[in-house]
Every structure is written in structure tokens, then in C-alpha cells.
């Protein structure tokens, strides 16, 4: 067994002796290449869609970008991110799977001199030099106050679906819902873990319209859920459209291809749509931006979100822009940088 | 005189090493940060937490055994540590909280798998569901902070290696020695390879059995401190992802999940092959689907590899 550990050692060691040590990064000079790491949490439809949009308008832009997917797990994130380091990208872009646990390789990359964007979660550290965020807690704010406007004061039953529980996204909607809905006392809500995951959401919808066949609504923490869940309520028999006798009341989150559908289709009555259309544009110039060492004059941007309802969807599509689920992710490969601008102004 | 050929016999009997080390090469030659000082010690210190456990696991499985909840053990020891801590506790505190926890669910499985003969992987999946529940519940899905010493444990290196790879080295040699060496590890393999054979040469197989599942939720309560000082926090998802990687490290490296084969050495390779490939498919860009795939072909070589040895070995004896 000792001479097996000390060929492990050797194999591990060896290559190491033709290592370069650390070294603080300047900023790349203004013909060079900029290289930009991207880490993502997991590839949830927003993110993909999201992403997608980054990769063409760097290509465009002449940006090389590098990118890892950890899966959800905060271990692989931090080892994902060690290796950016370790490949010395320009700028680092971190969609965190935990906005504490990645603190220690965020700092590790300032102290190298490379820059870090908190992309579409906020990390609370002095050493971000951007976050472009979205607001959680307000889209569950949205989505109850929808609620709300519905409420005619009779008992009435609610489903909140919960994304994965350690997801702070999750969390602040869960938050926001109930902190809007609080001391209604009409309103009855339960809950029902997903996981993010479709299956478990239409197994929790079905549970509760056993347990409560007069369900009156159910919210969608990410309507990427939603087929699954107007699959559950048609199980029950309960599937009808927005403002028939025994509709089941579904808001939602997000405004992917499965919600913008169902929404058009009056399936369900609202989404608070995330405005995903813009951050390409939003991410890629601050990037370069600061990778080229330009100071920022502000730190974060935070996207809004837009309350689409089956009542405003063609008013507000025709005014505000595209649902950005109305659009393919892959159709994204062959857009214009004028493409990605107009959704800026 | 040892015979010269004897070493390179032991190196034979590790197929998964030859993967490990052709990869080690191929990655060398086309990743120009893979051979790097840096990039090693980045892929040690992200193994310290899995290997710990994996150490933990692979008795189990030697035994015949199997324990679903040492991921999320090490997620609730963490939680329930940093709870206990706060961010400027006691660290001493929370080594033995961590531990504490650890060691009692090891002890709740132990007693159910070996004293009421509960199926091991029923009885570990409920408590990997209660120790998962427990660690959601306590913080409510939200990271914990947790004292900078410990952060800076994780930061750390001792003669170049990472403070947290050193002491999974030390969990290794020192469970890698009980397991060769001493009556308590060979009666482990006696008990994975024959039950019946063990009981009827008078081994007590319960309280084996009972020890080596204390043992292995002792580890996942040292594997969650080290979770912490690596990551920074104590992250109650944070078992969600490893158990997988901690089993597959095990069953890559050449543990059998049927009992009676494996090693410490084998586990120390399996788990090295896995964070090595995640780092140097990273490395060489290859896109997020792509490294699945390729993941998954190096895997299904590796395990072929090791199932050839293992019949050769079979039909040879």
C-alpha cells in the first residue's frame, strides 16, 4: 500500500514542478482578446435562455467566453471557479449556487486582480464589482398581489409550490408571496416542495386537489412547472380557462415558453415576467467594461419584472417587448447586436 | 527479500489507476493549467470533503453494506455546527457538534442495520431524508456563517498541500492501515465476502457491523467541517449533489457494491479520477453536455476495466 501512495504523490506531484506560481492579472490591453468565465449554477430554461443570448453577443463582440455548470452543488461551483482562476480569464461572471458559500473563491479571484460579476443572484461581498440581479422577492410580491385582486373574501384555499429550498431565489419568492398574502385570513396557504422539478410539481398539485378539491389557486414559483401542473389540475377535472365557472386560479413566475403558452391560451392567469431579453446586452458591455478596467459608476443593476396577465398580455406585449419565452433560445445564434440593443431602450 | 515483481503486482491490481494516469497526461499535454501547481491543489482541496466520507462509505460497501446518508449527514453536521458556533464561536464547539451529529446518526444506523436487521439501504434512505430535513429545517434553506478560522482552515496550506487534503491524507493512511492491518479490518472483508462464513468462525457480526456505520457517520460529521472551511459556509444543499460522487468515487475506483473487494487506495483513486476529469474537461472548454458525455464514457471504461481485472482474478484463483 506505501508504494501505491507514493507513486499517487509522485503522479500528483511531478507535473506540479513545471508549475508558474500566482500572479496578480493586469487588465488586457486594448487589442487583446478579452476572456471571460462564466460559472452557472444550474441551466434552468431562464439561465439557458439567458446564457445563450451572453455566448452570441460576445461572439459578436469578439469575447472569448469559457463556462462550467456545477449542477446545483456548491462544492463543484468552487472548484469550477478555482480553475477560471487558475486559467486567468479577464472577468468572471458567477451565477452562485450559494450566495455564502462561494464567497472564498470570489475573494480569491479579487485578490488576483480578476474581476467578479454576481450575475442574476446577488453575493454579498465587497469583493463583487457588479451585480446585475433580478428581484425575487418582488415577483412573489406580483404574483400575490394578483392574487389579492381576485379575492372576494370567502374561504379559499392556495397551493404555493416551492422551488428547491436552498435556493435563495426560491426563498425570496416564497417570502415575498407570503409577506403579501400575510394576515388575509380568508386565505389559506399550503405548501408543496418541487424541487424545480416538473414531476414534483404536478404530483403536488395533485395532492392537494385531493385533499382539497376546491382548490382555488395554485402559484408557480418558475413556469417552466407549468405544463406539469395544468396536466395535474385536468387529472382532477378541474382544467378550464380563465374566467369559467371552476377555474383554478395559477399565477406564476419567470415567463418562459410553457407559461407565455398557457398564459396566451388563458391556461393560466398571470406571470411575473422576469426581463431576461435585456441582460445579455447588460451583461456583456459591463463585462467588458470592467475587464478593461473602466470604472463603473454604478455597481448593480437590478432587472424588473412586468406583470403579465391573461387580461393584458397583447396590450403589454405590444408596449413593454416580447415575453422572452415567446423565443427560442436557439434562434439566439443568428441575432444582431441591434437585436439585443432595442431591448435596452 | 520482497520480490521485485510484488509491487508492480499491487499496482495491478489497480486498473482504475492506469485511467487515472493517462488522463493525468492527456490533460497535462493539452490543458497548459492543468499541470500546474495551483490547478493540483485546487482539485485536492475540492476532494477533502468527498474523500473524507468516501472513506466512511467504502467500509460500508466492503462490508456489504450501503449508507445513503452520508452526504446529508455531513450537510446536517455542518448546519447544526455552524448553528451551535455562530460566526465568532468556538471552533473546538463545533468540531465536536459536527462530530456529535455524525457519530449519532452513524450509531441510529448501526443499531437498526446490525442489531434489527433493517435493510441498509431503506434505513439509510429515511435518515438521509431526516438529516436532510433537519438541515432545511434549521436554516431554512439559508447558508450559515461560520467563524473565519475555520475559513481560514480552508484556505490554507501545509507544506504546499491544502490544510483540508492533508487531513483527508491522514483519514486515509490511518483507515487504510485499520483496514489491512488489524483483526477489525480484515473481518470487515470476511463479513462482505461471507456472512454465513464469518458467523460460523465465531466473528460478532453485529456489533462489526454496528461499529463500522458509527465509524462512518463519525467521518461524515468531519466531512461536513470540512465542507464548511472549503466552502466558506455551512450550506445545508450541500449533500444533495455529493452523495453521488461520494458513492461513485468508491464503485469507480474498483469497490465492489456487492461486498468482500475494495480498498482505501482504490477509493483515493476513484475519487481522484472524477475531480480530475470534472477539472480537466473544464479546462479543455468543453461545453456542459459535452463533459457529461465524456464523463460518462470514462466512467463506463473505468468500471469495464475493473470488471476485467476482477474476472481475470476470478477464473485465476
Excluded at chain 1, 12 to 36: H, N, Q, R, T, Y
Excluded at chain 1, 278 to 293: L, S
Excluded at chain 2, 68 to 76: I, T
Excluded at chain 2, 121 to 143: D, K, N, P
Aim: overall charge neutral; charged content about 15%.
Amino acid at each position: 500500500m506505501k508504494k501505491v501512495f507514493i507513486l499517487l504523490v509522485l503522479v500528483f506531484c511531478v507535473p506540479g514542478l513545471f508549475a508558474a506560481g500566482a500572479k496578480e492579472k493586469a487588465a488586457p490591453s486594448a487589442d487583446k482578446e478579452i476572456v471571460m468565465g462564466v460559472s452557472i449554477a444550474a441551466l434552468y430554461p431562464a439561465i439557458q435562455f439567458a446564457f445563450a443570448g451572453v455566448q452570441r453577443l460576445a461572439e459578436l463582440e469578439g469575447i472569448k467566453v469559457i463556462h462550467s455548470v456545477a449542477e446545483g452543488d456548491a462544492t463543484k461551483q468552487n472548484q469550477q471557479v478555482q480553475s477560471l482562476i487558475n486559467q486567468q480569464v479577464d472577468v468572471l461572471l458567477i451565477y452562485a449556487v450559494d450566495k455564502e458559500a462561494i464567497i472564498t473563491v470570489v475573494e480569491q479571484a479579487a485578490a488576483e486582480g480578476i474581476p467578479v460579476i454576481a450575475w442574476l443572484r446577488a453575493i454579498d461581498s465587497p469583493a463583487i464589482s457588479y451585480t446585475l440581479d433580478i428581484d425575487p422577492y418582488n415577483e412573489g410580491v406580483r404574483s400575490a398581489e394578483y392574487l389579492k385582486s381576485k379575492n372576494d373574501g370567502e374561504p379559499h384555499v392556495i397551493l404555493e409550490q416551492l422551488g428547491a429550498l436552498n435556493d435563495v431565489n426560491a426563498i425570496l419568492r416564497r417570502e415575498g408571496f407570503e409577506d403579501t398574502l400575510k394576515g388575509i385570513d380568508n386565505l389559506k396557504i399550503i405548501h408543496g416542495p418541487t424541487d424545480w422539478d416538473p414531476t414534483k410539481a404536478q404530483a403536488v398539485t395533485a395532492n392537494a386537489l385531493t385533499e382539497y378539491p376546491d382548490l382555488w389557486a395554485v402559484q408557480i414559483p418558475s413556469d417552466h412547472m407549468t405544463e406539469s401542473t395544468l396536466t395535474a389540475i385536468e387529472e382532477a377535472g378541474r382544467l378550464k380557462k380563465a374566467g369559467e365557472p371552476g377555474h383554478v386560479i395559477v399565477t406564476a413566475i419567470d415567463g418562459s415558453e410553457p407559461g407565455y403558452k398557457a398564459l396566451e391560451e388563458h391556461y393560466i392567469d398571470s406571470i411575473a415576467v422576469i426581463s431576461y431579453l435585456q441582460v445579455p446586452a447588460i451583461t456583456v458591455y459591463t463585462a467588458a467594461r470592467i475587464a478593461k478596467g473602466e470604472a463603473m459608476l454604478d455597481k448593480k443593476y437590478q432587472t424588473r419584472s412586468t406583470l403579465y396577465t391573461y387580461e393584458n398580455l397583447d396590450e403589454l406585449s405590444a408596449s413593454v417587448g416580447k415575453i422572452w419565452g415567446s423565443i427560442n433560445y436557439q434562434s439566439l445564434s443568428s441575432w444582431t447586436k441591434d437585436d439585443f440593443l432595442k431591448y435596452l431602450k | 527479500m520482497k520480490k521485485p515483481g510484488k509491487a508492480l503486482d499491487r499496482v495491478g491490481r489497480l486498473p482504475v489507476l492506469f485511467v487515472l494516469v493517462f488522463l493525468l497526461i492527456l490533460f497535462s499535454f493539452l490543458a497548459p493549467s492543468f499541470a500546474t501547481i495551483r490547478n493540483l491543489r485546487t482539485i485536492l482541496a475540492s476532494t477533502a470533503t468527498i474523500a473524507v466520507a468516501a472513506t466512511g462509505e467504502t467500509l460500508i460497501l466492503i462490508s456489504g453494506g450501503l449508507d445513503l446518508s452520508v452526504a446529508s449527514v455531513a450537510a446536517c453536521s455542518s448546519i447544526l455546527a455552524a448553528k451551535v458556533m455562530g460566526a465568532g464561536g468556538s471552533v473546538v464547539l463545533g468540531l465536536l457538534v459536527a462530530l456529535g451529529v455524525g457519530l449519532g446518526f452513524g450509531i441510529v444506523n448501526g443499531l437498526f442495520i446490525a442489531r434489527f436487521k433493517l435493510t441498509p439501504f431503506i434505513f439509510t434512505l429515511g435518515t438521509h431524508l431526516v438529516a436532510r430535513g433537519i438541515a432545511f429545517s434549521i436554516s431554512r434553506g439559508y447558508a450559515i456563517k461560520i467563524p473565519e478560522v475555520i475559513k481560514q482552515l480552508g484556505r490554507a496550506n501545509w507544506l504546499g498541500i491544502p490544510t483540508i487534503a492533508v487531513i483527508s491524507i491522514a483519514i486515509f493512511l490511518l483507515f487504510g492501515f485499520l483496514l489491512s492491518r488489524t483483526t477489525w479490518g480484515r473481518t470487515i472483508y470476511l463479513i462482505g465476502s461471507n456472512e454465513n462464513a464469518a458467523r460460523y468462525v465465531g466473528i460478532r457480526i453485529s456489533a462489526t457491523k454496528f461499529s463500522i456505520y458509527a465509524v462512518s457517520g463519525l467521518l461524515s460529521g468531519l466531512a461536513g467541517f470540512l465542507s464548511m472551511a472549503y466552502l466558506g459556509a455551512a450550506v445545508p444543499g450541500v449533500g444533495d449533489a455529493l452523495l453521488l460522487t461520494i458513492i461513485g468515487g468508491v464503485i469507480v475506483g474498483g469497490t465492489s457494491l456487492f461486498g468482500g473487494e475494495g480498498s482505501i487506495v482504490k477509493t483515493v483513486i476513484g475519487v481522484l479520477l472524477l475531480a480530475m476529469l470534472v477539472n480537466g474537461l473544464n479546462l479543455l472548454g468543453f461545453d456542459f453536455w459535452d463533459q457529461l458525455i465524456a464523463q460518462g464514457l470514462v466512467i463506463l471504461i473505468s468500471i469495464g476495466v475493473v470488471m476485467k481485472v476482477f474476472r481475470e482474478r476470478k477464473a485465476s484463483a
